[in-house]
């Protein structure tokens, strides 16, 4: 591969901290590296991110493909004057870390059902190591936090209407994990919760 080009620098393609050779594709703009374990974005490449793979279910071998989620783990907080809505929210179980697809999809509208899914099922993302191909990652993960905090009050919305309700996410770690799907039919298949989705969600 050839130098990024970042505005008006050029960024070499080279492992921050082993210095081989980073992996993406064309229109990759997070890069890995595999024997580092480690991922970083263009824009800011001495900043790096762990590189994980989540395990798929028992039973269902080699994954069709890998697709590349940011892990947002933190804390949140939510304030509100309602004390019917502070029973309410505090009711709730919690979520885990957050999931935020990495890469480019025309069928954006998955996008929060995914995450939410994931979220409520932190016990079933094993994390660990991998070498298989992942789809190009594109997402920047500087909006990561905001993110996060809107999924919160997302989730506190479907059980209480948030309106007059403050909520603040505090990032504690962020991910870079690479997610197996199964190939079925018209369709895939997560490999963890079994989530359908169309074959046009990946731009494969």
């Keep these: ?11 070499p393609l080279s492992c921050p901290r082993c210095g081989g050779g980073l992996e993406g594709g064309p229109g990759a703009r997070v890069f890995l590296c595999p024997s580092c374990a480690i991922a970083t974005f263009e824009a800011d490449p001495a900043q790096v991110y762990p590189l994980r793979y989540v395990a798929a279910a028992a039973g269902l071998g080699q994954a069709d493909l890998f697709a590349p ?21 505090g009711n709730l179980a919690p979520l ?11 069928k954006a509208a998955y996008y929060d059902d ?19 191909p992942i789809l190009d990652g594109m997402r920047a993960p500087r909006a990561l936090g905001e993110l996060a905090r809107l999924a919160w009050l997302a989730y506190l919305d479907r059980s209480a209407d948030i309106t007059g309700t403050e909520g603040t996410f505090e990032v504690k770690e962020l991910v870079y994990v690479a997610v197996p ?20 969600f990946f731009s494969v």
């Design 1 to 11: 591969m050839g130098p990024l080009t970042s505005g008006p620098l050029l960024v």
């Design 181 to 200: 799907f199964f190939s079925r039919g018209d369709h895939y298949e997560d490999g963890i919760l079994g989530c359908s989705v169309p074959r046009s």
């Design 114 to 132: 995914l995450t939410l899914r994931y979220a409520r099922r932190p016990e079933l993302l094993t994390l660990g190591p991998g070498k298989d």
């Design 69 to 89: 989620f940011w892990r947002v783990a933190g804390d949140f907080a939510w304030r509100t004057g309602d004390r019917q809505k502070e029973r309410t929210y």
């Design 96 to 106: 885990g870390p957050l999931l935020f697809p990495a890469f480019w999809s025309p």
